[in-house]
């Protein structure tokens, strides 16, 4: 039998955390709820987040627009803040499994399970996010890109909860491209999903970020991608220098959902194809 | 009640040193069951009983049951599995067809018609091709499960998920050694079969006997999905190799087929699954010379049994593609090659069966052309192909004909002689007694239409008894695209005795000149008389005593096959069809995404039009996701994705629009000219919709599933039409 604690706010749901760091963190269950079906573990303790409204809700300031770590990908996907200011958000938000799911799925549940294929991961990673962590001890700040450290593995402490996700509003100009290469067209873990923004002042590509998962352990930013194509004039020739140079980037594995090879191919392919959209 | 749950070999194959049950391990009051226990012989009653109740010795594939357990919880069941210990001795495994041995085959069928030798040699192009299908799970809504128990007068009882509640008596008749009229099988509600629920539940339902035996109490078992699909049969793997002669005309010289079907460990269903499979390899062709070398080998994975279609997909699968593959080689487009060829009536089955007029194919091809404007498009989009700007989505057409015997194949109906009862009540109701189940097809519901419409009475003139066998005579498995052609019509043979008798006995009461009419429930004469159909058949119990009429199906004296050389008539009528598969296929991933089917089906006649058409659309539907995404992926034997997550089957967005068109030609040997449908729409979708992708793509894809991993390797690999019609051409050019 499992034991549940529901705390009704956040200074209540640390204390619990601060008193015992094994309880398990549960937002929307989605994913809690199949872990391992065929090994049936049972989890000893849990610390349901669904009645913390501190932890909920998309506010937008000024530099930045932050989304509260127990919001869901159906409220992500249809908040007009977003879909203006981050469009590649609200389209990972509407293919993360279908509706139903939606309706649960939290984006801090998708940070914190840390699944190479976890589709928002990518897009957060090219939005320049930074991931607040909360505990008895008070907030800390995690740039985004220092937050997955291997495989599952996260910056997060025991005793801390995702509390929020700030992502800094973009500079006017920037365009934000998202692909998924899933398995079918709802319900589908991702065998391949790419994050871009990229910006052209007079042809060139003054600023190109990419980031993809299912390709690594982790999802990935491609820091060495963007430096080779930061600068250059946008056409085919360098989306598809782009697309090979992720290709080259990133050594994918064969799993159930998919093989290396496929992955390595479709990476290619869909790097090439966004960069040539951003235009 | 107890729950019971299912120790599993984790080794394709090896031998099994001990057992050990260390109770002191399991919850409190667990009890364990091995092979030593057994009452009786080991082996499950199909055709053959080599398939093991519980290993013996051996395990032969990854998930073979080793031991039971049974528990007072599910939880406490599962946690008794840890205390049973099995030390194994792993054996060398045969993991696929490749590595099989084809001396030692589960089963074997050859059948010639003509010289195929001499009309090779003859022949102006020959074409070869080599197919392959892999296993497909019925992923039934309901898993399996069964229930046991002992009756105070000692009969025992089994109720469960199942089609064939007969084959479940006769396998628990068998391994129990018990008298049959102290066994009882019956079938609750049925969750979805697909042929899933038709040999498998006679393993589950000893199960769950043998441990009401053993412990004296109910015992449940109730598989989940991962139990389900590491467990359960699946469809036959297949390679199927084709070498086609073919003559200037473009009309087939000869047919060579070569057909492997992987039966997995055990005989369970796989020789008739081989055996229409290999009925169904020459597609529906005329061709003067075929031969067909069907075997059937065995492998350490599990037993591959029944799944709708039944040998049918696989077999029109590789000749589907095959005609495709001779069309490109001919420069002809894939509605031409199939027009010069196709059945008509009059034709040559490779059996020797000569057509009648209820041969459909042209009709069914020629609508499915005309309703998609395939020629014209079909050309355009390979225009298209070749001219295609990058990143254009890439669009295709794809075709397939089809045909699918309706009915136990050959000698099997003459065997069972199927009959129905049907007495009546004391309130005047018939009661109508099959052991026909339905599992979502709708038996439910055509049945009472079939009974009302040829007795002329309303449905709440009958009731249907539960499929029970202490109740209802063997009137055979629901499978076979079998249940209302023939059961239907031997159904509305005995109704309309029934009727007449009843109503002939009410004319002599009243003394009535002339006869009755009986329709709408009303008995009416012709001076305006008129009766409720229940007050007459209550009176006729009243003063005569109840009334029962049993009727058995005699299939047409001509419907005879021989089984050694595979000549005759193998079944008595076909149901045939046509796909147009419409997909649009990502540039960039090679993702395809089926938009379209247009499915035309001639069915005799559709006695249920809405319930035909739902039968085309889930069975095109299981045949395109067959063809294009489902894949049960093994690593030594052992199942990768065991798991609805990972299995993937079509979501409502993946599948494609299906119109539906139905024919009719009446088959006069069906109830009102019906024919089979249930396994008819499983032959076409899956190569029709990888022509379509060769349309879309020009990637020749001989593979099914034609997933988006494997269509990139083919065409890294140079896989594509332009090959093929190179190939083909050089080889003529060296024979002129
Ligand atoms: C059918 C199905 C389809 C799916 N499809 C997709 C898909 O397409 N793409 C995709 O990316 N994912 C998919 N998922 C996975 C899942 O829905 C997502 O990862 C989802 O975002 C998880 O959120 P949740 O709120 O349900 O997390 P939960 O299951 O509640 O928790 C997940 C993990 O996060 C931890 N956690 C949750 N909230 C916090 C917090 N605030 N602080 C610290 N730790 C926390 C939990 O302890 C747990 O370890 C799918 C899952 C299912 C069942």
């Given at each position: 039998?499992?034991?549940?604690?529901?705390?009704?706010?956040?200074?209540?749901?640390?204390?619990?955390?601060?008193?015992?760091?094994?309880?398990?963190?549960?937002?929307?269950?989605?994913?809690?709820?199949?872990?391992?079906?065929?090994?049936?573990?049972?989890?000893?303790?849990?610390?349901?987040?669904?009645?913390?409204?501190?932890?909920?809700?998309?506010?937008?300031?000024?530099?930045?627009?932050?989304?509260?770590?127990?919001?869901?990908?159906?409220?992500?996907?249809?908040?007009?803040?977003?879909?203006?200011?981050?469009?590649?958000?609200?389209?990972?938000?509407?293919?993360?499994?279908?509706?139903?799911?939606?309706?649960?799925?939290?984006?801090?549940?998708?940070?914190?399970?840390?699944?190479?294929?976890?589709?928002?991961?990518?897009?957060?990673?090219?939005?320049?996010?930074?991931?607040?962590?909360?505990?008895?001890?008070?907030?800390?700040?995690?740039?985004?890109?220092?937050?997955?450290?291997?495989?599952?593995?996260?910056?997060?402490?025991?005793?801390?909860?995702?509390?929020?996700?700030?992502?800094?509003?973009?500079?006017?100009?920037?365009?934000?491209?998202?692909?998924?290469?899933?398995?079918?067209?709802?319900?589908?873990?991702?065998?391949?999903?790419?994050?871009?923004?990229?910006?052209?002042?007079?042809?060139?590509?003054?600023?190109?970020?990419?980031?993809?998962?299912?390709?690594?352990?982790?999802?990935?930013?491609?820091?060495?991608?963007?430096?080779?194509?930061?600068?250059?004039?946008?056409?085919?020739?360098?989306?598809?220098?782009?697309?090979?140079?992720?290709?080259?980037?990133?050594?994918?594995?064969?799993d159930v959902r998919s093989t290396a090879t496929y992955r390595a191919?479709?990476?290619?392919?869909?790097?090439?194809?966004?960069?040539?959209?951003?235009? | 009640?107890?729950?019971?749950?299912?120790?599993?070999?984790?080794?394709?194959?090896?031998?099994?040193?001990?057992?050990?049950?260390?109770?002191?391990?399991?919850?409190?009051?667990?009890?364990?069951?091995?092979?030593?226990?057994?009452?009786?012989?080991?082996?499950?009653?199909?055709?053959?009983?080599?398939?093991?109740?519980?290993?013996?010795?051996?395990?032969?594939?990854?998930?073979?049951?080793?031991?039971?357990?049974?528990?007072?919880?599910?939880?406490?069941?599962?946690?008794?599995?840890?205390?049973?210990?099995?030390?194994?001795?792993?054996?060398?495994?045969?993991?696929?067809?490749?590595?099989?041995?084809?001396?030692?085959?589960?089963?074997?069928?050859?059948?010639?018609?003509?010289?195929?030798?001499?009309?090779?040699?003859?022949?102006?192009?020959?074409?070869?091709?080599?197919?392959?299908?892999?296993?497909?799970?019925?992923?039934?809504?309901?898993?399996?499960?069964?229930?046991?128990?002992?009756?105070?007068?000692?009969?025992?009882?089994?109720?469960?998920?199942?089609?064939?509640?007969?084959?479940?008596?006769?396998?628990?008749?068998?391994?129990?050694?018990?008298?049959?009229?102290?066994?009882?099988?019956?079938?609750?509600?049925?969750?979805?079969?697909?042929?899933?629920?038709?040999?498998?539940?006679?393993?589950?339902?000893?199960?769950?006997?043998?441990?009401?035996?053993?412990?004296?109490?109910?015992?449940?078992?109730?598989?989940?999905?991962?139990?389900?699909?590491?467990?359960?049969?699946?469809?036959?793997?297949?390679?199927?190799?084709?070498?086609?002669?073919?003559?200037?005309?473009?009309?087939?010289?000869?047919?060579?087929?070569?057909?492997?079907?992987?039966?997995?460990?055990?005989?369970?269903?796989?020789?008739?699954?081989?055996?229409?499979?290999?009925?169904?390899?020459?597609?529906?062709?005329?061709?003067?010379?075929?031969?067909?070398?069907?075997?059937?080998?065995?492998?350490?994975?599990?037993?591959?049994?029944?799944?709708?279609?039944?040998?049918?997909?696989?077999?029109?699968?590789?000749?589907?593609?095959?005609?495709?593959?001779?069309?490109?080689?001919?420069?002809?487009?894939?509605?031409?090659?199939?027009?010069?060829?196709?059945?008509?009536?009059?034709?040559?089955?490779?059996?020797?069966?000569?057509?009648?007029?209820?041969?459909?194919?042209?009709?069914?091809?020629?609508?499915?052309?005309?309703?998609?404007?395939?020629?014209?498009?079909?050309?355009?989009?390979?225009?298209?192909?070749?001219?295609?700007?990058?990143?254009?989505?890439?669009?295709?057409?794809?075709?397939?004909?089809?045909?699918?015997?309706?009915?136990?194949?050959?000698?099997?109906?003459?065997?069972?002689?199927?009959?129905?009862?049907?007495?009546?009540?004391?309130?005047?109701?018939?009661?109508?007694?099959?052991?026909?189940?339905?599992?979502?097809?709708?038996?439910?519901?055509?049945?009472?239409?079939?009974?009302?419409?040829?007795?002329?009475?309303?449905?709440?003139?009958?009731?249907?008894?539960?499929?029970?066998?202490?109740r209802v005579p063997d009137s055979g498995p629901t499978v076979a695209?079998?249940?209302?052609?023939?059961?239907?019509?031997?159904?509305?043979?005995?109704i309309a005795e029934t009727v007449e008798l009843v109503q002939a006995?009410?004319?002599?009461?009243?003394?009535?000149?002339?006869?009755?009419?009986?329709?709408?429930?009303?008995?009416?004469?012709?001076?305006?008389?008129?009766?409720?159909?229940?007050?007459?058949?209550?009176?006729?119990?009243?003063?005569?005593?109840?009334?029962?009429?049993?009727?058995?199906?005699?299939?047409?004296?001509?419907?005879?096959?021989?089984?050694?050389?595979?000549?005759?008539?193998?079944?008595?009528?076909?149901?045939?069809?046509?796909?147009?598969?419409?997909?649009?296929?990502?540039?960039?991933?090679?993702?395809?995404?089926?938009?379209?089917?247009?499915?035309?089906?001639?069915?005799?006649?559709?006695?249920?039009?809405?319930?035909?058409?739902?039968?085309?659309?889930?069975?095109?539907?299981?045949?395109?996701?067959?063809?294009?995404?489902?894949?049960?992926?093994?690593?030594?034997?052992?199942?990768?994705?065991?798991?609805?997550?990972?299995?993937?089957?079509?979501?409502?967005?993946?599948?494609?629009?299906?119109?539906?068109?139905?024919?009719?030609?009446?088959?006069?040997?069906?109830?009102?000219?019906?024919?089979?449908?249930?396994?008819?729409?499983?032959?076409?979708?899956?190569?029709?919709?990888?022509?379509?992708?060769?349309?879309?793509?020009?990637?020749?894809?001989?593979?099914?599933?034609?997933?988006?991993?494997?269509?990139?390797?083919?065409?890294?690999?140079?896989?594509?039409?332009?090959?093929?019609?190179?190939?083909?051409?050089?080889?003529?050019?060296?024979?002129?």
């Amino acid at each position: 039998m499992t034991r549940a604690l529901t705390p009704s706010n956040l200074r209540e749901a640390l204390s619990l955390l601060g008193e015992d760091p094994g309880l398990v963190p549960m937002a929307g269950c989605t994913d809690l709820m199949v872990t391992d079906p065929v090994e049936r573990v049972e989890l000893p303790a849990v610390l349901d987040l669904t009645r913390v409204r501190e932890l909920r809700g998309i506010r937008r300031g000024k530099e930045a627009l932050e989304i509260g770590a127990t919001t869901t990908f159906s409220e992500i996907g249809s908040s007009a803040d977003v879909e203006e200011l981050f469009p590649a958000l609200a389209r990972a938000a509407r293919v993360i499994g279908g509706w139903q799911i939606q309706n649960r799925a939290t984006l801090g549940g998708n940070i914190a399970n840390a699944s190479p294929a976890g589709d928002s991961l990518p897009v957060l990673l090219v939005l320049d996010a930074t991931l607040v962590a909360a505990s008895t001890n008070g907030e800390r700040r995690i740039p985004y890109t220092e937050f997955h450290v291997g495989y599952r593995r996260t910056a997060l402490e025991p005793s801390e909860l995702i509390d929020r996700v700030s992502l800094p509003i973009p500079v006017p100009g920037s365009v934000q491209a998202f692909r998924k290469v899933g398995t079918r067209e709802a319900q589908a873990i991702s065998k391949v999903v790419v994050a871009m923004l990229g910006r052209v002042e007079e042809g060139k590509l003054a600023d190109y970020r990419l980031a993809a998962g299912s390709v690594a352990p982790t999802p990935v930013r491609l820091a060495e991608v963007e430096d080779s194509i930061r600068g250059r004039s946008v056409g085919e020739e360098t989306a598809s220098l782009a697309g090979s140079l992720a290709r080259a980037a990133v050594k994918p594995i064969d799993d159930v959902r998919s093989t290396a090879t496929y992955r390595a191919f479709a990476l290619e392919r869909v790097v090439r194809r966004l960069t040539l959209q951003l235009i | 009640m107890l729950f019971g749950a299912t120790v599993r070999s984790p080794i394709p194959h090896a031998r099994i040193d001990t057992i050990r049950w260390q109770p002191e391990k399991a919850p409190a009051g667990a009890f364990c069951l091995t092979a030593l226990d057994l009452p009786g012989p080991n082996g499950v009653l199909l055709l053959n009983d080599d398939w093991p109740i519980l290993a013996d010795n051996e395990v032969r594939h990854v998930g073979e049951p080793v031991a039971l357990v049974a528990a007072a919880s599910r939880l406490d069941a599962r946690r008794a599995l840890a205390a049973v210990e099995v030390e194994y001795t792993p054996l060398d495994s045969v993991l696929d067809l490749s590595e099989a041995d084809p001396e030692n085959p589960l089963a074997v069928i050859q059948l010639e018609h003509g010289d195929v030798e001499r009309a090779l040699g003859a022949s102006d192009v020959v074409v070869e091709g080599e197919y392959r299908t892999g296993h497909q799970e019925h992923i039934y809504i309901e898993c399996q499960a069964m229930t046991a128990w002992y009756e105070p007068d000692g009969a025992l009882v089994v109720k469960g998920s199942m089609q064939c509640p007969y084959y479940v008596h006769k396998a628990l008749v068998h391994a129990l050694e018990l008298p049959p009229e102290r066994v009882r099988a019956e079938a609750t509600v049925v969750g979805g079969g697909f042929g899933g629920k038709e040999d498998y539940p006679s393993l589950i339902a000893l199960h769950a006997a043998l441990l009401a035996k053993a412990t004296g109490r109910p015992v449940r078992i109730a598989y989940d999905r991962h139990e389900d699909i590491v467990g359960t049969t699946k469809r036959h793997p297949s390679v199927i190799r084709h070498v086609t002669g073919i003559d200037e005309q473009g009309q087939l010289m000869a047919m060579d087929v070569d057909l492997l079907l992987d039966g997995g460990s055990y005989t369970t269903l796989t020789p008739v699954v081989l055996s229409r499979a290999a009925l169904h390899a020459g597609g529906v062709y005329r061709c003067p010379n075929v031969r067909i070398r069907a075997r059937a080998l065995r492998t350490n994975t599990a037993t591959n049994g029944a799944f709708r279609g039944f040998g049918a997909p696989e077999a029109e699968f590789a000749v589907e593609r095959q005609m495709d593959r001779v069309a490109r080689a001919m420069g002809l487009d894939p509605l031409e090659i199939r027009l010069r060829n196709v059945l008509e009536e009059g034709d040559e089955l490779p059996t020797g069966q000569v057509l009648d007029d209820t041969t459909s194919a042209r009709l069914c091809l020629e609508k499915a052309a005309a309703l998609t404007d395939f020629r014209r498009r079909w050309s355009e989009l390979e225009e298209e192909r070749r001219q295609r700007a990058d990143g254009e989505p890439m669009r295709g057409l794809g075709l397939s004909a089809f045909f699918h015997g309706a009915g136990f194949t050959g000698n099997g109906e003459r065997r069972m002689r199927s009959p129905v009862k049907v007495a009546l009540r004391e309130d005047g109701r018939i009661e109508v007694f099959t052991a026909m189940i339905d599992m979502g097809q709708g038996s439910a519901v055509v049945f009472p239409q079939i009974a009302c419409e040829a007795g002329g009475l309303t449905e709440d003139d009958l009731v249907f008894a539960e499929p029970d066998t202490a109740r209802v005579p063997d009137s055979g498995p629901t499978v076979a695209s079998r249940t209302t052609m023939v059961i239907g019509r031997v159904l509305a043979e005995a109704i309309a005795e029934t009727v007449e008798l009843v109503q002939a006995w009410w004319r002599g009461t009243k003394d009535l000149e002339e006869d009755l009419t009986v329709a709408e429930g009303a008995v009416q004469s012709p001076d305006g008389s008129s009766w409720t159909w229940r007050e007459v058949a209550a009176s006729y119990v009243k003063e005569k005593g109840s009334l029962e009429v049993s009727r058995r199906y005699e299939p047409p004296a001509w419907q005879q096959l021989d089984e050694e050389t595979y000549q005759g008539v193998a079944y008595p009528t076909y149901g045939w069809g046509a796909d147009v598969v419409e997909v649009e296929v990502d540039p960039d991933t090679l993702e395809v995404k089926a938009q379209k089917v247009t499915a035309v089906c001639e069915v005799g006649k559709a006695i249920h039009p809405t319930l035909c058409a739902g039968q085309i659309e889930g069975g095109t539907l299981q045949a395109v996701s067959w063809g294009l995404m489902e894949e049960v992926k093994m690593e030594e034997g052992r199942y990768l994705n065991d798991r609805l997550a990972t299995y993937i089957i079509p979501t409502i967005g993946d599948s494609p629009e299906i119109e539906v068109h139905l024919l009719e030609q009446p088959y006069e040997g069906g109830p009102f000219g019906a024919k089979g449908v249930g396994e008819l729409p499983m032959d076409g979708g899956a190569p029709a919709a990888l022509a379509a992708v060769e349309n879309a793509t020009g990637i020749w894809a001989d593979e099914i599933p034609a997933t988006p991993e494997r269509l990139t390797a083919w065409q890294e690999a140079g896989d594509v039409v332009e090959s093929i019609a190179g190939e083909a051409t050089k080889r003529s050019s060296s024979e002129d």
